[in-house]
């Protein structure tokens, strides 16, 4: 991951040329509609994300699944017979920048939606330039700590019901009865531990210790001191990078798992993995949406993979915790709502929204729980074996994210 970050010189040769992306500012790009339509202008399709900062493994392959995404969409006759035209703005993982940056999807450009967002603090900077003082809808594709209710504002990522339910008894029973909530100080840590405290406690588990740190905190000594002389079964882990990275190494070389301690962390896709040398997380679970393991099992899901991977090859990795697959996800169900409503605006697209389902997606298919602007989706508990992982559960239908 760090030695994937970009500076925005290079990021900006790299981006323009595997895009056919036009430059429009700083941090600003569109990619044009690929054809004319004298009687109706394109709609217009924003994407906000890190293409910049310490995220920017996550923001650029959220930006290269929007491409993938809508060029399909214009392949097939576009949408109400218009074609559609992307434009892209780096948040550059900061909230300051991202604020300006997404003013001028709505002033400048004249969006009809804006998608994006990956930290919950990037969310909060910018709904409400968009939902409330922008009148545009906002789709959030990430992975987050729930309780999100903003009107026009959907959700198309994993909420900690649909996270934890399943995930922390597969834990307990796999791992052990004895909990530590090691976490990075903000929102979405804050907000997922009350829930997987709750959660624990409920199935005969304990909370050894809940500790919050800053977010670029490499040294945790005393914390993986506490670990090992609490003999902790289970790290149930939200420190997030650039700290995770030496946090996971520290616990190893203390011998954490060699003494059968289990890491868990709900956010570890295949991006990832390559924090650390894999016998460093061997043993790793995580809950997602998506791994890209179920290629070998669901058509649908190979042919997604592949098609990205042809137009996007790199280390921009179509991944679940870097909400590629909720950017995949929330691009299609808007494309299903644009169809039912027959017309762009606002209040026509989130009604139809509302309850807009997808046949096939990500890990299978999804839909919008009337009234909650959140969505049903599949589940699926995996384990880190040799750098790679295995699929070791899986809900039996579609989850409830239980919000709003």
Not at 338 to 348: C, F, L, N, T
Request: neutral net charge; glycine residues 10%.
């Amino acid at each position: 991951m760090f030695d994937r970050q970009l500076s925005r010189r290079r990021f900006l040769s790299n981006f323009a040329f595997a895009s056919g992306a036009v430059a429009t500012g700083v941090g600003s790009w569109v990619v044009p509609a690929p054809w004319a339509n004298a009687a109706e202008a394109p709609i217009k399709v924003g994407i906000a994300t890190d293409l910049t900062g310490p995220i920017a493994y996550a923001g650029n392959a959220d930006a290269n699944v929007a491409k993938m995404v809508i060029k399909d969409i214009n392949t097939a006759g576009g949408l109400l017979g218009r074609p559609l035209e992307l434009y892209i703005e780096d948040t550059a993982s900061n909230e300051s920048v991202a604020v300006g940056n997404v003013r001028k999807l709505i002033q400048r450009d004249k969006v009809d939606m804006v998608l994006g967002g990956i930290t919950s603090s990037m969310r909060n900077a910018i709904k409400d330039p968009i939902v409330a003082r922008g009148k545009t809808l906002y789709i959030y594709p990430q992975l987050y700590e729930g309780k999100e209710c903003t009107p026009y504002l959907f959700c198309t990522g994993p909420t900690p019901a649909q996270q934890c339910d399943e995930f922390i008894p597969w834990l307990i029973k796999n791992g052990g009865k004895k909990f530590a909530l090691p976490s990075a100080n903000y929102v979405w840590p804050h907000t997922l531990n009350v829930y997987a405290r709750k959660v624990i406690e409920q199935n005969g588990g304990e909370v050894v210790f809940e500790e919050y740190y800053p977010l670029d905190q490499i040294d945790f000594s005393s914390t993986v001191n506490r670990i090992i002389s609490n003999k902790v079964d289970v790290v149930f882990n939200t420190v997030i990078p650039p700290g995770v990275g030496p946090f996971f190494k520290q616990l190893y070389e203390a011998g954490f798992l060699k003494n059968g301690g289990r890491l868990a962390c709900v956010y570890y896709d295949e991006n990832t993995l390559n924090i650390n040398q894999a016998s460093e997380i061997e043993g790793l679970a995580s809950c997602l949406d998506y791994f890209k393991v179920l290629t070998k099992e669901n058509p649908f899901d190979a042919k997604i993979q592949a098609a990205y991977e042809k137009d996007f090859p790199g280390n921009f990795l179509f991944a679940a915790g870097s909400a590629a697959t909720g950017t995949y996800r929330g691009l299609k169900l808007w494309e299903a709502a644009v169809k039912e409503a027959g017309k762009i605006d606002r209040d026509s697209v989130a009604a139809a929204l509302d309850h807009a389902k997808i046949a096939e997606g990500p890990g299978g298919p999804a839909e919008m729980v009337p009234g909650k602007r959140h969505c049903k989706m599949k589940m699926y508990t995996a384990v880190a074996k040799g750098g790679n992982y295995e699929i070791v559960g899986r809900s039996d239908g579609l989850v409830d994210p239980k919000e709003c």
